[in-house]
């Protein structure tokens, strides 16, 4: 497979972009903060299925990153990661430096309010989301894709940009890609090398715990708390105290009471085990509950 061409500037991103428009080519964007592995690629080769130029963008976006998290350590390999775009079959990786996306004097913040104030954007502050809405923002309007693909892992991120691209009217399709796992059923994410081997058996304890609340829905309950409670069990029972276990509306993000009609409940879970702060869900529906195999 040929290389991905690198790219390091804003106008050059611009111009790639500008001739594979003149071809009539369509434009797919993978956003990620590199450290590759199986989650990401499936959203590379879904976007390379879908459009023509395969924009990939690396940036470890220090806007979205805390003060106290892990922006120093968080795990870098561009080379490899070229390799592995390559096999995507990725056009153009675009990885800018930080003064490049926030040169001197940036001043801008996208901010959303409502979705971002629950889960991830309560436990972990404001920052977070306004750094990634500003950041994907910026995206857009340099890569200016057709298609942004993102995975279901990161549910909220998803809501939050969709709105976020339909409140700023940037003509973008914002397609959610499902969360790739290890067999155990722990999602993958670039954080879990940060698990020792205790916390990594400890891990896939989260996707038991989901799986025991969407059996709990296949029963016939439909009481947010006992969906709730099935899966805090779980985790309580190997000693896991999640930061938040939640079931809220799958696209506004509001408290559920009950899990009702056609609606659909996304049960969202976010637990520190080890060195790492790991976060999961499943989408849960009354009326059809679908079977979320393993992949
Ligand atoms: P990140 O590099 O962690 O910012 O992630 C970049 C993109 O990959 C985001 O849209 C994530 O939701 C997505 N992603 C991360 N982990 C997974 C996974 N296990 N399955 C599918 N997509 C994922």
Redesign the pocket.
């Known amino acids: 497979m040929k290389e991905p061409r690198i790219v390091r500037t804003i106008a050059e991103m611009r111009r790639v972009v500008a001739a594979a428009r003149s071809a009539g080519e369509s434009v797919g964007l993978v956003?990620?903060?590199?450290a590759f592995h199986d989650?990401?690629l499936?959203?590379m080769r879904e976007a390379a299925r879908s459009t023509d130029l395969v924009v990939v963008s690396l940036f470890v976006n220090p806007t979205q990153i805390g003060a106290n998290e892990d922006l120093d350590t968080y795990p870098r390999d561009e080379e490899r990661d070229a390799r592995l775009a390559a096999d995507q079959g990725v056009d153009v990786l675009f990885a800018p430096t930080a003064s490049e996306v926030y040169p001197d004097g940036f001043s801008a913040t996208v901010h959303l309010s409502g979705i971002t104030e629950v889960l991830c954007g309560a436990h972990r502050g404001p920052h977070h989301f306004d750094g990634v809405a500003t950041v994907v923002a910026k995206l857009f309007n340099i890569v200016t894709p057709d298609v942004a693909f993102?995975?279901?892992?990161?549910a909220q991120?998803v809501l939050v940009v969709r709105q976020m691209a339909r409140d700023l009217n940037i003509p973008v399709d914002v397609r959610a890609?499902?969360?790739?796992?290890e067999s155990d059923g722990l999602?993958?994410?670039?954080r879990n090398v940060y698990l020792d081997a205790a916390a990594r058996a400890d891990a896939a304890v989260i996707y038991e715990a989901l799986a025991a609340a969407e059996q709990a829905v296949a029963a016939g309950t439909r009481d947010a708390a006992t969906i709730v409670d099935a899966a805090r069990t779980v985790l309580n029972g190997a000693g896991i105290v999640p930061e938040y276990l939640e079931l809220r509306d799958n696209r506004d993000l509001h408290l559920l009471d009950r899990l009702e009609g056609s609606g659909e409940g996304l049960l969202a879970v976010a637990a520190q085990i080890g060195d790492a702060r790991l976060i999961d869900n499943r989408v849960l529906r009354a009326e059809s509950v679908p079977t979320q195999a393993v992949r």
Do not use: E, Y
Request: glycine share 14%.
């Open positions: 956003p990620t903060m590199g989650g990401h499936s959203l993102f995975g279901q892992k990161d991120q890609c499902p969360t790739v796992r999602a993958m994410s670039s």
